[in-house]
């Protein structure tokens, strides 16, 4: 009887087999590379497993994405088991390549024209998942996170949400109507995937609310974005408001509304004043040292000569 000291390429991988039912994706992982490692293989089912496990605590990492999707890509088999699942090799590949997408778009910032396009490239990515995946689960989702809740269709309405509060963000600067128009829909698609959108809600009352400013009395529309409210003592006899189609102060009696322009034409000055203050005090503290530091040299000398006349 030869005693066996060393398994070979196929024992580990079958023994990999088990441990990933298991759920013991180190040591699988462990032992489907000592099996490439052998058997070479890395254009084979292993190397896709061994991806697999390195993707399970990244799930936002764009490379691990790549590296599952190339060792994927370098696969002959139609499909594959892991663990419990049978698992399809095109499926996997469209949720590689839509994730990545997905990971890419979402991290990208930029402002005004560039939310703009950054929200329709999001609009083509939601129909993409929706045609691509549709009904179906994210694998990826169900194999490391238990979740089967989310499919193309969800992430379809999900990803039009953003889309439209991306583009949202993009026009409020220019055009708070239409921003708020944006989280209208934005808001449509939130509940359609079973969310509130209370978020959305917040914004569009935000957005759509219009003042007169307490100070120029002009109209802004946008709190937050194009007036303020700002914290002032309103005696009641001032509190006398004669436009109540754009008031310019809340009930409160304890703020005022200041349009953006007012607010930081007053924000500015306060900062220069404040400026001018800190230099001065900055200034007679150095005078203040020189002064001391003559002293000292002064004291010094003295005691100097002091010592000479001993
Ligand atoms: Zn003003």
């Known amino acids: ?47 896709v497993k061994v991806a697999l496990i390195d993707l399970k605590d990244r799930l936002t990492n764009v490379n691990a994405y790549r590296n599952l999707l ?43 024209q560039q939310l703009m396009q950054k929200g329709e490239a999001l609009q083509t990515l939601a129909q993409d998942f929706q045609a691509k995946l549709g009904e179906r689960n994210l694998i990826i989702l169900q194999l490391f996170r238990n979740d089967t809740t989310v499919t193309g269709n969800t992430e379809f309405y999900n990803l039009m949400a953003i889309a439209y509060e991306t583009m949202a963000d993009g026009v409020v600067w220019d055009n708070p109507t239409q921003a708020a128009e944006y989280q209208q829909i934005a808001m449509g698609y939130r509940q359609q995937n079973g969310q509130s959108g209370e978020a959305n809600l917040e914004r569009i009352q935000a957005y759509s609310r219009t003042c007169t400013c307490w100070l120029c009395g002009r109209i802004a529309t946008g709190e937050g974005i194009h007036f303020y409210s700002a914290p002032a003592d309103v005696s009641p006899a001032l509190d006398k408001d004669d436009k109540p189609t754009a008031r310019s102060s809340p009930d409160d009696g304890a703020h005022i509304y200041i349009c953006r322009a007012c607010y930081s034409a007053v924000s500015n000055r306060s900062d220069e004043i404040s400026q001018a203050y800190y230099n001065q005090a900055l200034q007679e503290m150095r005078a203040m040292e020189a002064r001391l530091q003559a002293e000292i040299a002064a004291l010094q000398s003295q005691i100097a000569f002091a010592r000479m006349g001993r």
């Open 1 to 47: 009887m030869v005693f066996k000291l060393f398994k070979s390429g196929d024992e580990l991988y079958d023994e990999s087999k088990d441990l990933i039912k298991r759920g013991e994706y180190d040591k699988a992982r462990d032992y489907l590379q000592k099996s490439i490692d052998k058997e070479g293989g890395t254009d084979d089912v292993a190397a």
């Open 70 to 112: 190339g060792a994927l890509q370098r696969m002959d088999d139609p499909s594959f088991d892991f663990g419990l699942l049978d698992i399809n090799r095109d499926d996997l590949i469209s949720e590689c390549e839509l994730t990545i997408r997905k990971i890419e778009l979402l991290s990208s910032g930029g402002s005004g």
